[in-house]
């Protein structure tokens, strides 16, 4: 697909108070762009690498962090569980990107200065291969209750969206393809979710990447 004709991003969708869908919000030239230095970013120093669960689990997810290396369920500059390479600096560009992503979800009235007082300080970006799955969670390792900007890559996924009481129902699921922007904040920020099916073969390789699916959250820590 030629990039001149990417969809216009759909209308967003809310999914429950703070959480919002934006189908459709990356270009084509954008999906690759990110692809390319989610590729860049993992060559080190920190490696993308399946986090280990307290229990001595490994998720069946690769990450790689940006600003704040996570772990199971802390935030530190070094990446002890993973080689004790010094994290990446957050780019500048990629706090631009989420601005303007809480301005096309939450509309400008309602954003425009929350946007400009938004500094992520993090992102995760994680690889799922075709197997791959994330059980429901809460993201709650930060110390603000500040929106959590999602950004899909590859292959299309079952996304399940809780609420904050159980990580059981009542959930919404959707389904997160190539290039979509997922929101949360506000009474969602501290929402369950998950991610229980990767659907192998469903994203156009121009996209940038030939299979499998790469999401990126950026959050803001609090975290001095
Ligand atoms: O892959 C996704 O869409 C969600 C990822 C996620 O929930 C996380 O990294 O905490
Ligand atoms: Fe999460």
């Not at 490994?58 to 199971?72: A, D, F, I, K, Y």
């Not at 990629?94 to 425009?112: H, Q, S």
Request: proline share 8%.
């Amino acid at each position: 697909m030629n990039a001149l004709f990417d969809p216009v991003p759909a209308e967003p969708v809310e999914v429950a108070p703070g959480a919002v869908h934006v189908p459709g919000w990356l270009s084509l030239e954008q999906q690759a762009e990110l692809v390319d230095a989610c590729r860049t970013w993992g060559r080190g120093p920190v490696p993308f690498r399946a986090a280990k669960l307290p229990g001595g689990h490994e998720m069946s997810v690769q990450t790689v962090c940006l600003g704040w290396h996570w772990q199971p369920y802390k935030y530190s500059r070094v990446a002890e569980d993973a080689g004790g390479g010094r994290v990446l600096e957050f780019p500048e560009w990629l706090a631009g990107w989420g601005r303007r992503a809480l301005i096309d979800a939450y509309g400008p009235e309602v954003a425009e200065s929350a946007a400009a007082a938004y500094k992520p300080d993090t992102a995760l970006i994680n690889f799922y291969a075709d197997t791959a799955k994330m059980g429901m969670h809460q993201d709650k390792d930060e110390k603000t209750d500040l929106p959590v900007v999602s950004l899909s890559v590859g292959d299309d996924c079952l996304f399940r969206f809780g609420n904050t009481q159980t990580r059981t129902k009542p959930y919404t699921d959707l389904r997160l393809r190539s290039g979509d922007l997922f929101v949360f904040g506000g009474p969602s920020r501290f929402a369950y979710h998950g991610v229980p099916k990767i659907y192998p073969g469903t994203a156009d390789p121009a996209c940038g990447l030939a299979s499998g699916r790469l999401n990126l959250t950026m959050r803001v820590t609090g975290l001095a």
